[in-house]
């Protein structure tokens, strides 16, 4: 078997698992969107009087002791605040360079625009003295402490319309997936992009289908005509019959020894049928019925 036959059967057989995924993932997410906090920013401002280093390298600097674990623990000491050093700077308060880069934005975040400006004041405060303690760096303020009266919602999408159109897309596609992994073969080039590599050959079902058989037997590779072939149906319960006629009927001759496998596919039968019998019964050949067989052909 190719591998582009692997690959479509290992899709075939992740169907459920797709489907499962995108009902998961669109009920999350839209779960997610109505249920989440609005959040609101509250921001101080901190701005360098003098500056003894490149100014290019000020943010940088200022960014090592704002993320350090001895300036947030030194907040929440002087503070008393509820909360973790790691909670209190990745989670709380935010650092951003401003246009003017002698200028920096700490920003406090959170549901209570009042508790928002009161980490982004205090871990602003806490920064320009810990920055003025160091011999060579400049001198520094607080030039706006945050307010909660100054407090913004940050700009974002509706939740509403994201979280249906989510739903949306991810309802019209469960479809889409189950008709693509069941659409029915109802041809030989249909079926040729479906197993790519393997022989095909078509089968009229009546008085034809035994000699057309012992026909395509002889045009496959190696010991194909004379090996005991066992003929696997994938369609309606009628190809069975068929099946065990063309078994008796075609390995009555002295075989090799060898054994292989071919498929009778029935017009209609779906992709994920046949790329699973491929996989499981590993055939040298597909056999395309045409036609309604019945019982003894």
């Known amino acids: 078997m190719t591998l582009s036959t692997y690959l479509i059967v290992a899709a075939q057989r992740a169907r459920t698992v797709?489907?499962?995924?995108?009902?998961?993932?669109?009920?999350?997410?839209?779960?997610?969107?109505?249920?989440?906090?609005?959040?609101?920013?509250?921001?101080?401002?901190?701005?360098?009087?003098?500056?003894?280093?490149?100014?290019?390298?000020?943010?940088?600097?200022?960014?090592?002791?704002?993320?350090?674990?001895?300036?947030?623990?030194?907040?929440?000491?002087e503070n008393e605040f509820d909360i973790t050093p790691r909670q209190l700077i990745l989670d709380r308060v935010l650092l951003r360079e401003v246009g003017v880069s002698v200028t920096l934005q700490v920003v406090g975040t959170g549901e209570d625009p009042r508790r928002a400006a009161l980490y982004a004041t205090a871990v602003a405060r806490q920064l320009v003295a810990e920055l003025n303690m160091i011999e060579g760096l400049g001198t520094f303020r607080v030039f706006r402490d945050a307010s909660a009266a100054r407090a913004v919602r940050p700009v974002s999408?509706?939740?509403?319309?994201?979280?249906?159109?989510?739903?949306?897309?991810?309802?019209?596609?469960?479809?889409?997936?189950?008709?693509?992994?069941?659409?029915?073969?109802?041809?030989?080039?249909?079926?040729?992009?479906?197993?790519?590599?393997?022989?095909?050959?078509p089968l009229r079902a009546g008085d034809h289908a035994v000699p057309q058989a012992r026909q395509a037997l002889q045009q496959l590779p190696g010991t194909g005509a004379s090996a005991t072939t066992r003929y696997i149906p994938v369609g309606g319960p009628e190809l069975r019959d068929m099946a065990a006629a063309l078994s008796v009927q075609l390995n009555d001759e002295p075989g090799?020894?060898?054994?292989?496998?071919?498929?009778?596919?029935?017009?209609?039968?779906?992709?994920?049928?046949?790329c699973n019998a491929v996989a499981l019964h590993a055939p040298v050949a597909i056999m395309v019925v045409v036609g309604r067989p019945t019982a003894g052909q």
């Open 256 to 274: 090799t020894g060898d054994r292989q496998s071919i498929l009778l596919v029935q017009a209609g039968a779906t992709r994920s049928q046949i």
């Open 157 to 201: 999408l509706p939740k509403l319309p994201i979280a249906f159109l989510a739903g949306a897309l991810a309802a019209g596609a469960v479809p889409v997936v189950s008709i693509l992994a069941r659409r029915p073969v109802h041809s030989l080039s249909t079926l040729r992009s479906t197993v790519p590599g393997l022989p095909l050959f």
């Open 18 to 77: 797709v489907l499962v995924w995108l009902v998961v993932a669109s009920t999350a997410f839209t779960g997610m969107a109505l249920a989440a906090p609005d959040h609101v920013e509250a921001s101080a401002l901190i701005v360098a009087t003098e500056l003894r280093i490149p100014t290019q390298q000020f943010p940088n600097a200022a960014r090592t002791i704002f993320g350090s674990a001895t300036l947030a623990q030194s907040v929440i000491d």
